[in-house]
């Protein structure tokens, strides 16, 4: 009788085929993790920019005023002349095409992060030895931030398309501001009517790499801030944690399971004001570099002629000029405060949604 030849004990067969089915439920549980992540954040961002528009909307506008004279006062100023001239819902101008791009960039950002742990895990970091719980053990906090931070490259992929879109959006009604008749004149007809209307005249003068404008601004803020926005929220959640526990009875292991909504909300708010603030010139410079055409016909040269495109450092160097360091910060008092409120609820309903379906 013929037996059939293997180069492993059979033993070792069994051994190995043990491993790749532990293999295989791994990369499930992996990829049925990730799909959470993806819904989750989708639905948290979602939730977060109905809240957050409205200010973003005012930050746009305070940004890309002319330089040489300004139009609004400040925050206020600028949402009283908008819902003047535009009424209460020209601060939602533009919205569809920004709401598509928080549940696009949430949702990168979630799946992103997670899966820069795993890989930090795997191939960097040595995880804390005393952890108990369940679940993988926790990277430290320099480690976190810098899976916050490979999420940020990624999310800054998807999210400069959208934001250019979005910005032409909120100033293209604003350009009769810019000019001398601008308490009598009437409001200009909009130049697009929608995303699509954007998008088309984008990719018909520029193609796709005009998508791309003014995206090194956005990678250099998605990248650190989202080492901020990750990080701040794990130290905080850390720092409620050992609060708790130190007030739990005898025996009890608090986890990040076990925090309420007010220490959700306030590491999630504390997080979104970290993120917003930490590289807030690089925002400024990118509403300057993806509104110059829109605005154009109203920004000119002392001898008349109009303004040309200009890239990352040109832009920036014009600001410095123009109005010193202030001028990369306008516009970030009103950015700092919105994002407290909108990264609380995003965070909280990530939190609770994970919580819910785990």
């Keep these: 009788m013929a037996h059939s030849y293997s180069p492993f004990p059979e033993g070792k067969l069994t051994d190995l085929a043990a491993s790749a089915q532990e293999s295989k439920v791994v990369i499930s549980e992996k990829n049925e993790q990730s799909l959470k992540d993806l819904a989750f954040g989708s639905l948290a961002g979602v939730a977060g920019k109905f809240v957050e528009f409205p200010f973003d909307t005012i930050k746009v506008r305070l940004q890309t005023q002319p330089l040489d004279h300004p139009i609004f006062k400040g925050p206020f100023d600028c949402f009283r002349q908008t819902v003047r001239n535009e ?122 790499r005009g998508f791309y404008l003014g995206h090194l601004p956005t990678f250099l803020r998605e990248t650190g801030g989202g080492a901020a926005w990750f990080g701040s929220y794990e130290a905080v959640c850390r720092f409620l944690i050992s609060r708790e526990q130190s007030k739990a009875p005898e025996g009890k292991i608090v986890t990040q399971g076990d925090l309420r909504t007010p220490h959700l909300m306030t590491a999630g708010a504390l997080a979104g004001m970290a993120y917003n603030f930490i590289l807030f010139p690089a925002d400024c410079i990118k509403s300057h570099m ?13 001898n008349g002629s109009i303004v040309t495109q200009k890239g990352f450092l040109a832009t920036g160097k014009e600001i410095l000029r123009s109005e010193g360091i202030r001028g990369l910060y306008r516009g970030c008092g009103i950015t700092v405060a919105r994002s407290a409120p909108s990264s609380a609820i995003i965070f909280l309903t990530y939190e609770q949604l994970s919580r819910h379906f785990s």
Excluded: W
Aim: include cysteine.
């Design 87 to 208: 009424g209460f819902l020209g601060l939602y101008n533009g919205l569809s095409s920004p709401l598509v791009g928080s549940m696009l960039e949430n949702a990168v950002l979630f799946v992103g992060y997670r899966r820069a742990q795993d890989m930090l895990r795997e191939f960097v970091a040595v995880p804390d030895q005393d952890h108990t719980g369940a679940g993988p053990a926790p990277l430290s906090i320099p480690m976190l931030c810098l899976s916050g931070g490979i999420s940020g490259v990624f999310a800054s992929m998807v999210l400069t398309p959208v934001e250019l879109v979005k910005c032409k959006l909120q100033v293209q009604q604003i350009g009769h501001l810019y000019t001398k008749d601008m308490k009598n004149g009437p409001v200009p007809k909009a130049l697009h009517n929608g995303p699509l209307s954007v998008v088309k005249s984008i990719y018909t003068q520029h193609g796709l």
């Design 290 to 302: 993806q509104t110059q055409d829109v605005l154009r016909s109203h920004q000119r040269h002392p």
